[in-house]
């Protein structure tokens, strides 16, 4: 029996206090992180939001198992929020819909969510009418034509059901109950709301496709109403893209079970634990690169070491040689030598272990850490 054919679906209950000290933990290192935000200035603060949407729309599309191109994410994000940043580049039509139905989830978090919003946001996701090699209903519930909706793996033959959704008769009436309980107002914790919609939501699944990335935004939707910000410094779906075995474990697990969903709900509070701790090692990483830029903004860098010093700081990967240095300054290796020499003089760069033609180099932070590992 799946949960939703439960006579009293979908009256979902949980423990509350069993799962109150992981409420009280995770309220503690919110607390955290904000108190590391608000250390920021307002432009590093700009940035961290702008990365953690970025993280966000990239990694709820991934656990999909959808590929987006970073740089376009951040720079579609950039432009919808009238930032100006460096390095801005065109964004495909499928990811500026990504951002839109992200943006409009979390920045008009107070506003009622509707069928036609829901609508809209799937429209978003699919720009051109089709998932892959498939066309798709888009912008309408789904149907049962070719059978109940299921979520399956394994091969032909021998494949293994995970989960069946409600019939496609009861889309509407499924949505119009989702939709009043959550518009209504609650005192519920907000982070156990948003662990219910999450489950209440992908439960239904009203859509061919992209129910996923939409119960996320929605879950999204929830925090950004308990915080009354926008503004938010640690991804949800980046933890759990990290932990994506598990969350599909428990969401078949939930799925199976009766209407006390604590399990759910200790899992979920326990992902948004290590969300936050994963954003709070991020933001220290932050911090100690906007030190870095105090450090030395007052000592004349040249053109090519600034633009490799940013490159360098900001998701490179590999070793930082004398030849990728030239590449990326576009001038000769011999300059790209003199360039290096220079900030090693300076303490910006130090010289790793490792000589001959291996030889690496590495960012030295105020506290004498290198940055990264030997990039």
């Given amino acids: 029996m799946y949960i939703w054919e439960h006579e009293a679906w979908p009256k979902l209950v949980w423990d509350e206090p069993y799962l109150a000290p992981l409420l009280t933990k995770v309220h503690r290192e919110q607390g955290r992180l904000i108190g590391k935000m608000e250390a920021l200035g307002f432009e590093l603060q700009g940035r961290t939001y702008l990365e953690t949407l970025t993280l966000d729309v990239v990694k709820s599309s991934e656990i999909e198992g959808e590929k987006l191109d970073s740089d376009q994410v951040r720079s579609s994000i950039a432009r919808r929020l009238g930032m100006d940043i460096a390095g801005l580049v065109p964004a495909d039509r499928n990811v500026d819909g990504v951002v839109e139905m992200m943006l409009d989830a979390t920045r008009r978090y107070a506003t009622p969510l509707t069928d036609k919003r829901l609508f809209d946001w799937h429209a978003a996701l699919f720009p051109t009418g089709r998932s892959g090699m498939r066309t798709i209903l888009v912008g309408e519930w789904r149907e049962d034509t070719d059978g109940p909706m299921q979520v399956v793996s394994g091969p032909i033959g021998h494949e293994h059901v995970h989960y069946e959704a409600p019939p496609s008769s009861r889309i509407q009436e499924e949505i119009e109950r989702f939709l009043a309980w959550f518009n209504q107002s609650s005192n519920n914790d907000p982070l156990l709301r948003a662990g219910l919609a999450h489950l209440w939501f992908v439960t ?172």
């Fill in 204 to 375: 239904i699944h009203p859509f061919e496709d992209g129910n996923g990335r939409i119960t996320r935004a929605i879950a999204d939707m929830v925090l950004a109403r308990g915080d009354q910000s926008a503004q938010r410094a640690y991804s949800m779906s980046a933890q759990i893209r990290r932990e994506r075995d598990d969350y599909y474990r428990m969401l078949e697990r939930a799925q199976k079970s009766s209407l006390d969903i604590t399990q759910w709900q200790e899992w979920f509070l326990g992902c948004m634990t290590r969300a936050v701790g994963e954003a709070q090692d991020l933001l220290e990483d932050a911090i100690q690169k906007a030190r870095f830029w105090d450090r030395y903004s007052k000592e004349a860098l040249n053109e090519r070491q600034i633009t490799v010093l940013k490159r360098i700081m900001d998701n490179f990967e590999g070793k930082l040689t004398s030849s990728k240095w030239a590449k990326i300054a576009k001038c000769s290796q011999d300059t790209a030598g003199r360039d290096i020499n220079d900030l090693i003089e300076r303490g910006v760069l130090e010289k790793n272990s490792a000589g001959g033609r291996s030889t690496s180099y590495s960012i030295v932070l105020q506290d004498r850490n290198s940055y990264g590992n030997g990039v």
